[in-house]
């Protein structure tokens, strides 16, 4: 079976391509590991429109819900791309064959690259505040960053844990103004700014990190947990035999219409260029409906 269209990723890029391929009656399958993506983490969205404040997971089963039965979806991990007559994605399930491609696999979260993060991750580090705030009630947190991720992550830490530091490289966190004036104002947050985290410390869990430059007169201070927010990396290594062209930081190139320097290859979302700078749910869920629409159009001239 050739698909008309394989959809790569199922966050708010590739679900809204599939929305739009389902109305223009292609053939479309969905590969995607999780359904939602990282949008799904999100515990509160308020600048969605149509909802007032909705989580992530709720928006992105709405998603969902719309193209429920009018695609296929599968929850697999992706081996290998190859183009020959068509394109061949390979799982370890199967080998689907489609005439064109919308990548939407998003970002993947950046590291610190320190001593004791990959030691401890799961026993008091985390990168999912969604997922894990509630392990750390009534406990002292930090939240490394200085991003709108890393103010929403402490903004909901601070439900559950006594103190929440923010801890911050740069001279003042970047987030929305709302969301510093709500960190402002809540007596649980202390924000430490030009300091950086190079070290975490403990035993069984962290009990500690190490700081490059004192605070309270001291480069260690006590945690009971870390959650790192520090932005993303592009997902486009499965992208390269292909010779999809990236930007210098490694984000697909794509002109207006989603289109890559591929023919019949196009990405949405966080994963290209022209998201990269302002990562939103409203952009991709945008992008995912230009792809589409580009790759009916492509298949129409086609023949």
């Known amino acids: 079976m050739v698909y008309d269209l394989i959809i790569i990723g199922a966050g708010p890029a590739g679900l809204s391509a ?3 391929a389902s109305r223009y009656n292609l053939n479309t ?13 999100a515990c509160k969205i308020e600048n969605y429109p149509g909802f007032k404040s909705v989580s992530g997971m709720e928006l992105m089963n709405k998603f969902k819900e719309q193209i429920k039965g009018l695609v296929d979806i599968k929850q697999e991990n992706i081996i290998e791309f190859k183009k020959k007559n068509n394109f061949m994605i390979t799982t370890k399930e199967e080998v689907y064959k489609s005439k064109a ?46 991003n709108d991720a890393a103010a929403m992550s402490a903004l909901l830490l601070v439900e559950y844990s006594k103190k929440v530091f923010i801890i911050y490289r740069k001279e003042r966190i970047r987030a929305e103004p709302l969301r510093i004036s709500q960190l402002e104002k809540n007596k649980k ?3 430490i700014n030009n300091t950086k985290v190079i070290a975490i410390n403990g035993n069984k869990m962290i ?43 490694g984000y697909i190139v794509v002109d207006s219409s989603q289109k890559t320097n591929v023919e019949g290859f196009y990405a949405a979302g966080d994963i290209t260029t022209s998201s990269n700078k302002f990562r939103q749910i409203i952009t991709a869920a945008s992008e995912g409906a230009i792809a589409a629409h580009s790759v009916y159009e492509f298949l129409k001239n086609k023949g």
């Open 18 to 20: 599939a929305i739009y």
């Open 29 to 41: 399958l969905i590969i995607g590991e999780e359904i939602g993506g990282m949008a799904a983490e």
């Open 101 to 146: 491609v919308i990548i939407a696999s998003g970002t993947k979260r950046r590291k610190l690259n320190i001593k004791g993060e990959k030691e401890f991750l799961g026993r008091g580090v985390s990168y999912c505040a969604t997922c894990d705030a509630a392990f750390f009630r009534d406990k002292t947190v930090g939240v490394v960053g200085g």
């Open 189 to 191: 947050v202390i924000i």
């Open 207 to 249: 009990n500690s990190v190490t700081l490059d430059k004192e605070f309270n007169n001291s480069t260690e201070l006590a945690l009971d947990g870390l959650f790192i927010e520090i932005g993303s990396v592009p997902s486009t290594v499965l992208t390269k035999k292909l010779g999809i062209r990236l930007d210098e930081e």
